[in-house]
């Protein structure tokens, strides 16, 4: 009798979950902290603490996006597709890593960003931060409910798995 190979129900480690997990909740609180209703309303103290943690939150993000993008493209293309909600998931990331590093040139010297281009990059790395908490609180429920699966529905191939 032949032994079946077992494939492989996830892609990533559960090292990589948990330091994807903290970076993202780091990154979104302390990104929320600079609002400015969170200094009107005192709901955090204005000592620049926030744009630290954000930048460090931030840095783990893009290596922790480097990385995936690296191993699901050499190991994971041919078993796992992208869900809906993860294609949707990968284009808020993009939209904020892309609109995060022009707002990180801006404050560079000799690069200026202003008028219109500084408000529409702005207000689409806002939007795409605001849009991407209530889709990771699905998630989340999901998973804790215990019905990962349920976005499985969202596959294109059948004999590929859903990231």
Not at 47 to 65: F, K, P, S
Not at 86 to 92: N, P
Not at 126 to 131: A, Q, R, T, V
Request: hydrophobic content about 50%; glycine content about 6%.
């Amino acid at each position: 009798m032949m032994r079946s190979q077992r494939t492989p129900t996830r892609l990533f480690s559960g090292t990589f979950c948990a330091l994807w997990t903290i970076a993202l909740l780091t990154a979104t609180l302390s990104g929320l902290a600079h609002l400015p209703v969170a200094v009107r309303y005192s709901l955090i103290n204005i000592d620049n603490q926030a744009t630290v943690w954000h930048y460090y939150a931030v840095a783990l993000l893009l290596m922790l996006e480097t990385y995936a993008v690296i191993i699901w493209w050499v190991q994971g293309r041919g078993m796992f597709s992208f869900t809906r909600c993860g294609a949707i998931r990968t284009a808020l990331l993009a939209t904020l890593s892309v609109t995060g590093l022009i707002l990180m040139l801006h404050n560079l010297p000799d690069v200026a960003v202003f008028g219109r281009a500084y408000t529409t990059v702005k207000l689409c790395h806002l939007f795409s931060g605001l849009l991407l908490v209530p889709i990771l609180l699905v998630q989340c429920c999901l998973w804790l409910a215990g019905k990962p699966s349920a976005l499985k529905i969202c596959a294109s191939k059948k004999n590929r798995s859903s990231l």
